[in-house]
């Protein structure tokens, strides 16, 4: 059974920095890419970032580009991002989530965890 | 970056009815394009990928379709579990964005 879980959200100050993690179990993960998903409060979904399956190659949006880093450890099946310098508008859940198709995110994400608020206020 | 656009951005409709959901990129994404249904609390379920591929478990009363710009969500004979939010996405490029979804409430 696949099995995504997100942790290290929480309240963090503007211009403040916070890591967040998600453990996977039931798959394979060194050959899946990986993506960050975030939802601020009653609003639609916004991809941030992936990450291929060996994490040699990463992906942002620009709105994050430069402030947040997506990293991967293959020996411990978990996912990062790394998230700095935060603003208000960064307020929102964070989903990680599973690329449907080996090493490619051209099929959707098929498997996503339950998400991690993260509220950025002073 | 490629837009998308839902339409419309809300529906209400009863149990038994069949309702379309339509997506719009700004540019051509051949059949990159995914369905997600999302309720209230919980994470998005893929419903649908490459424009028409029905993920295991999803039923059949849902379906897919379309290539290039304008792709749509079918789904006959609604349901009670059928009524949520659904979101397009594509995956042609990224950032791989998603329309600003579609909330389909009993009417």
């Known amino acids: 059974e696949v099995q995504v879980l997100e942790s290290g959200g929480g309240l963090v100050q503007p211009g403040g920095s916070l890591r967040l993690s998600c453990a996977v179990s039931?798959?394979?993960?060194?050959?899946?890419?990986m993506s960050w998903v975030r939802q601020a409060p009653g609003k639609g979904l916004e991809w941030v970032s992936g990450?291929?399956?060996?994490?040699?190659?990463?992906y942002y949006a620009d709105g994050v580009k430069g402030r947040f880093t997506i990293s991967r450890d293959n020996s411990k099946n978990t996912l990062f991002l790394q998230m700095s310098s935060l603003r208000a508008e960064d307020t929102a859940i964070y989903y990680c989530a599973k690329s449907k198709r080996i090493d490619s995110s051209s099929s959707g994400f098929d498997y996503w965890g339950q998400g991690t608020l993260v509220t950025v206020s002073s | 970056d490629i837009q998308m656009s839902q339409s419309p951005s809300s529906l209400s409709a009863s149990v038994g009815d069949g309702v379309t959901i339509t997506c719009r990129a700004s540019q051509s994404i051949s059949s990159f394009l995914n369905w997600y249904q999302q309720k209230p609390g919980k994470a998005p379920k893929l419903l649908i990928s490459?424009?028409?591929s029905l993920q295991s478990g999803v039923p059949s009363r849902l379906s897919g379709s379309g290539s290039g710009t304008v792709f749509t969500l079918t789904i006959s004979s609604l349901q009670p579990e059928d009524f949520a939010t659904y979101f397009c996405?594509?995956?042609?490029?990224?950032?791989?964005?998603f329309g600003q979804g579609t909330k389909l409430e009993i009417k």
């Open positions: 990450i291929s399956g060996s994490g040699a190659s990463t």
């Open positions: 039931g798959f394979t993960f060194s050959i899946y890419s």
């Open positions: 490459a424009a028409s």
């Open positions: 996405q594509q995956s042609y490029s990224t950032p791989y964005t």
